[in-house]
């Protein structure tokens, strides 16, 4: 009998619970949608006195890197996505002619100065020499031609040591040189930050004159907006306004606005740039750049959800 009512009890037990999960789940959802509509909402009192739109950047801009020298490409050290340190090296070119350069100025640089140090070595013993004959005529002892000689001698010394010690600068000089020529075959990551993107290959035969963009990369910087205000809008909008910057986007629409405050609003006009979909801006449009900081900057390529991203299209709402 026991047995019999044990799915009885445990049906009437989850009919009673059920309605408090439900009720829990409609008050998680109702906090969910309540911190949406605070965080979306200007603040208390705040009037909206301007609407703009805008695009994501990265403080900075992206850091774009060309050939450091012609040559033939003999490493490429990072993909799309890899994440670099300042100083790492990204690409490098085939150096083996400017190492061996390298390697014979190195060479020169030691034979001159082992010169050097042969001259100059010398070099205290003949002015002793010659101090001492030069007493010796000076007191009647000695032919005053040996003496004169003898000054001579150490004259001509010093000036072998001089030599010798300019053709040992020049052998220097000359290291460096080659020394910076292989280091400029090496491409070096100016800043901390990640791959965006990666236009060269292992092979392929790299000329500076023709400026082309081999690597592409985001710095490890904060993020900032800069939105385009309608010359209607221009006097309306000053510095240290606050705002609320939303992603203009579907895909971005459950995503919270973050507060911002304007840093700085450009003196002149110009052409809108947020016409990137290939469509020509309105004749006559002309537009003042605005630039926000976030009061909570995101990083630079967040993975977190609705993560912020540089190139994003966003709206700008600005109040006081």
């Known amino acids: 009998m026991n047995i019999s009512q044990t799915p009885v009890r445990g049906a009437l037990t989850l009919l009673l619970t059920l309605p408090l999960l439900l009720a829990g789940c409609n008050e998680r959802n109702a906090a969910i949608a309540s911190a949406q509509a605070q965080a979306q909402a200007p603040a208390a009192g705040a009037r909206s006195v301007a609407i703009a739109r805008g695009k994501v950047e990265v403080q900075g801009g992206l850091v774009e890197l060309s050939a450091p020298a012609d040559g033939l490409v003999e490493a490429v050290n990072v993909a799309e996505g890899d994440t670099v340190k300042k100083g790492q090296v990204l690409l490098r070119l085939a150096a083996d002619a400017a190492r061996q350069d390298s390697a014979v100025a190195e060479a020169e640089l030691k034979a001159a100065q082992a010169r050097q140090q042969a001259q100059a070595v010398k070099l205290p013993a003949a002015r002793q020499y010659a101090a001492r004959l030069a007493e010796a005529a000076a007191a009647g002892g000695l032919d005053r031609q040996r003496a004169d000689d003898a000054q001579q001698a150490a004259r001509e010394l010093e000036a072998a040591v001089a030599v010798a010690t300019a053709e040992t600068q020049v052998a220097a000089r000359k ?7 292989v280091a400029r075959l090496s491409l070096g990551s100016p800043v901390d930050g990640s791959v965006v993107r990666v236009a060269v290959h292992t092979g392929a035969h790299l000329e500076t004159q023709s400026g082309r963009t081999l690597l592409v990369l985001l710095p490890n910087r904060p993020l900032q907006v800069r939105a385009e205000l309608n010359e209607s809008f221009a006097a309306a ?18 995503a919270a606005p973050r507060r911002a405050k304007v840093v700085r609003v450009a003196s002149v006009m110009g052409a809108t740039r947020l016409d990137d ?20 900057a995101p990083a630079a390529g967040a993975q977190e959800a609705g993560a912020w991203r540089v190139g994003q299209n966003v709206r700008v709402n600005f109040h006081e």
């Open 237 to 254: 909008v000053r510095t240290g306004m606050s705002a609320d910057v939303s992603i203009d986007s579907t895909a971005g629409a459950s």
């Open 277 to 296: 979909d290939g469509s020509a801006p309105r004749a006559g449009q002309r537009v003042v750049d605005c630039f926000l900081v976030f009061d909570q």
């Open 175 to 181: 290291l460096a040189q080659s020394q910076a020529l």
